[in-house]
């Protein structure tokens, strides 16, 4: 599967901002999807997942974005959306998504969890 990441800018301490994870090539809804971010100079950080529809597409959410951020996915439009409300400064980062088929029963919150990556979306938040 391709994964292209897109809807990051620049906003406001307090805005929002809708970045999405698109796929061709396979079914988004048979695979965990996942968020992670990177600043520069820091290692990438999980930020939330949504597993496969077969494991009742449940997500996980960092505590750091736990009740600002919310992950859904569109099944007819093969699209999984990260909503990014109340931003902060600290959410600057290089927002990636990573998608795998496996089935894992931990909380699949390393980047080793996941095989297939998009090329990453930058969300700019200013103070």
């Known amino acids: 599967v391709q994964l292209q990441a897109s809807g990051g800018g620049s906003v406001q301490s307090g805005g929002s901002l809708r970045v999405s994870c698109a796929a061709s090539?396979?079914?988004?809804?048979?695979?965990?999807t996942a968020w992670f971010r990177q600043a520069p100079g820091k290692e990438r950080e999980f930020v939330g997942n949504?597993?496969?529809?077969?494991?009742?597409?449940?997500?996980r959410y960092a505590d750091s974005v736990k009740g600002r951020f919310t992950i859904s996915r569109d099944n007819a439009k093969n699209t999984v959306y990260l909503q990014m409300n109340n931003l902060q400064f600290e959410d600057t980062a290089v927002y990636y998504c990573?998608?795998?088929?496996?089935?894992?029963?931990?909380?699949?919150?390393?980047?080793?969890?996941?095989?297939?990556w998009g090329q990453g979306t930058q969300v700019t938040v200013s103070s």
């Open positions: 990573g998608a795998t088929e496996r089935h894992v029963l931990g909380p699949m919150i390393s980047t080793d969890d996941y095989y297939y």
């Open positions: 090539g396979g079914t988004l809804s048979r695979y965990t």
């Open positions: 949504i597993r496969r529809s077969l494991s009742s597409s449940t997500t």
